[in-house]
């Protein structure tokens, strides 16, 4: 029986856990939990937000297996986990659909200005002081990062007429989208983007300024993936000075702080990092996870490591 630490995990898991092995609380920090407890955990249960650091498998002398709950693992230490021997998993594909019709419903929120008009018409307001807006289908979009998530969201474009284009680390041969080596080029080239990139250092600011710039006065920014994959003051910068028509973003760079100048905008659509809680998700989630630990109970194994890490190709 494994005994588990959570951190930055909802208490959903805890409860879903609570049958089938032994858990404690570590939201205070893995190192500040009792010696006595920390010589107990065997697994360790977190998000990409949270991670994992160096310190945090140090003060787990007896860790096994560090497990991601979801589909983001930025935070891990992947190169301390790997020189400790421990494997690392993620929620691959688990929350695809949710986030995909999150993207697309914050895309069209911000064209047709939804939660506005909603705010507009509570208030009384009605639609002749109101300009037209543009229409949403047979537009270009722009996709950075096309994982599961992303051709999720390509796949649900198709039924809007969208034309879609990509901006990946390689190129995706069995796909039928047009491929654009880099973000800038990708920019310049459709009238909207979504990014549902990965975070880490690969892609932190990667939308910045000149990306925004080329983006162009028309276009709008979706970003359901990482905070970090946007400049958010050259985000901010780019809407004041009408570089791009809007915004809509479900992830900030400094969560759960969200600047003024962004909550306050009347062309930018929030939500509150919740692209990818859904009921159906949290449960196929919860379920991955105990099955990545069962089968490395079992056979020594994971079943969805992460890229990098020891075990990823075993």
Same mark, same amino acid.
């Given at each position: ?16 856990? /609570?049958?089938? =092995? ?21 697994? $360790?249960?977190?998000?990409?937000? !949270? ?13 096994? $297996?560090?497990?991601? /709950?979801?589909?983001?693992?930025? @935070? =891990? ?25 999150? /993207?697309? @419903? $914050?895309?069209? *929120? ?5 939660? &506005? ?17 543009? =229409?949403?289908?047979?537009? !270009? ?76 006065? !028309? @276009? ?22 009408? !570089? ?16 003024? *100048? ?19 998700? &949290? ?27 020891? *075990?990823?190709?075993?």
């Amino acid at each position: 029986m494994f005994e588990i630490a959570f951190t930055g995990v909802s208490k959903d898991y805890d409860a879903a856990f /609570a049958s089938a =092995v032994t858990c404690h609380d570590a939201s205070g920090g893995v190192p500040n939990l009792p010696a006595e407890i920390r010589a107990r955990i065997t697994a $360790l249960v977190t998000t990409g937000v !949270k991670g994992a650091t160096a310190a945090d498998m140090d003060a787990l002398p007896n860790l096994r $297996l560090i497990c991601c /709950a979801g589909t983001g693992y930025e @935070g =891990v230490d992947l190169a301390a986990a790997n020189d400790r021997k421990l494997p690392v998993t993620y929620g691959a594909g688990t929350n695809a659909p949710v986030v995909a019709d999150h /993207a697309m @419903g $914050l895309l069209i *929120a911000a064209i047709r200005r939804i939660p &506005q008009n909603d705010a507009y018409a509570r208030a009384g307001g009605w639609r002749d002081t109101l300009p037209p807006r543009p =229409v949403v289908s047979g537009r !270009k979009l722009g996709i950075f990062g096309m994982g599961m998530i992303g051709r999720a969201i390509a796949r649900r474009a198709e039924g809007f007429d969208i034309t879609v284009s990509y901006c990946s680390r390689s190129l995706k041969p069995e796909l039928p989208y047009r491929f654009v080596p880099t973000l800038l080029d990708l920019a310049a080239e459709v009238d909207d983007l979504i990014c549902v990139a990965p975070g880490g250092p690969e892609t932190r600011h990667a939308v910045n300024g000149a990306v925004l710039e080329a983006l162009g006065p !028309k @276009g709008y920014l979706v970003n359901a993936g990482r905070g970090s994959i946007v400049d958010t003051a050259a985000l901010i910068e780019a809407l004041s000075t009408g !570089k791009i028509a809007g915004a809509a973003l479900d992830v900030f760079e400094d969560e759960p702080d969200i600047p003024a *100048a962004l909550r306050e905008h009347p062309d930018v659509v929030l939500s509150p990092h919740i692209a990818g809680v859904a009921i159906e998700t &949290q449960a196929m989630s919860v379920k991955l996870v105990l099955d990545n630990i069962r089968s490395f109970l079992e056979t020594g194994t994971v079943l969805t490591p992460v890229p990098g890490s020891i *075990a990823y190709g075993a």
